[in-house]
């Protein structure tokens, strides 16, 4: 009876009233701004989780989840190597490659570019290199041939489509009788894909292994092998089972040695972001101070009959305990709902923004990902609702506190 009594004193202190609209104006300016601070950091975490997700998708779809390579950056047998690594449970797959530096030349123009070779039926066992192809495929890789694949974004700059003529020169000297000359070759533009990600699509050009061999003097070793895990977020356990595997004088690394800082850095500005919008939240929050104490000012006749009517100064408590709790649940809850659904759409209401006023969020050509994805994670939303549910509740102490304290015969005095 006596908690049915405290909500319902605090349940009508909630609701407008004609005596003071602007206590009640105040009061659901605190909501809204608890709900646009839940619905932000909802949106905003799920969008960091997102470019996390997309980003590790897209870099491990280019490149592999672990490595390996001999102490000067050769391997000699990696037949051998490759054999001992496919037997362990978790390698998916085991391709070699080479890869190097080099300057592409098409006419006017020039542009650096870093030359993987790879084997066409191997590669695709350790990339998504072949699924993401505007033109031509692996296969049309033949030794020989030379023939090369091109990003899109530096098929672009270069100026070159399918069956033209590219340059490539690498930081290799030859020795002729006209002297010492850059080493170079004439390849056919073969293939253009698109990963997704500008750093891939402007800088990565793909060749045979044995013309790469040739190429780069290196008839009977590759710069290592790729491998890919059945697991990614397993491999420095796959990694270290695989060093007790081969003998010594072996490199083995993998992608969270590789892009450590990188996703260290996304870790590190999520968590910051996060701690801003909860500072917003907190802020929306605490003015619920100012509304409560403004309202216990205005109720202290009304506390003062209570008073006299027996009810205690913990009851008072908990009246304005209430009242500020049911502002910061409903607060609380109307930003999750808008920030969900906010979240899981986003990838319909940016592209219509965009359309709509003519603009773009995220240049291809700054960011790493054009689009704005969307990850939204329940961990993370069950957090944001219990911090701005603790910041409301810290927020109602003092007014509270400050309301059972007042006393009747002061209170009434000039009633």
Known sequence: MKQSFELFVGLRYTR????????SFITLISMLGIALGVMVLIVVLSVMNGFEKELRLRILGMTAHATISGEDGQLVDWQAVAAVATQHPKVQGVAPYIQGEAMLSTGQQVN?????????????????VGSKMLFGDLGVLK??????ILGKDLARVLGVMRGD????????????????????KRFTVV???????????????????????????????????????????QSALVTRELVEALPGGYWISDWTRQHANFFRAIKMEKTVMAIILALIVGVAAFNLVSTLVMTVVDKEADIAILRTLGATPGAILRIFIVQGAIIGVVGTALGTLFGT?????????????????????????????????????????????VVSLLFSLIATLYPAYRASRVQPAEALRYE
């Open 16 to 23: 407008a009233k004609r005596r003071n609209h602007f206590i």
């Open 191 to 233: 293939g253009i894909f698109e990963a997704g990600m500008y750093e891939y699509d402007s800088t990565l050009a793909l060749i045979h292994l044995e013309d790469a061999r040739k190429l780069f003097s290196m008839p009977d070793r590759v710069s290592g092998l790729r491998l890919k895990l059945s697991d990614m977020f």
């Open 112 to 128: 650096g570019a870093m030359l993987r070779a790879v084997l066409p039926l191997e590669e695709p066992k350790v990339s998504d």
């Open 165 to 184: 003529k590219v340059t490539v020169i690498i930081p290799q000297t030859s020795v002729t009788p006209a002297g010492v000359l850059p080493r170079l």
């Open 341 to 385: 659904l906010i979240a899981a759409n986003i990838s319909v209401i940016v592209p219509w923004i965009e359309h709509t006023f003519n603009v773009a969020f995220l240049a291809a050509d700054v960011y790493y990902i054009a689009d704005l994805p969307s990850d939204m994670h329940m961990a993370d939303v069950v957090t944001v609702n």
């Open 143 to 148: 030794p020989g041939e030379y023939g090369i």
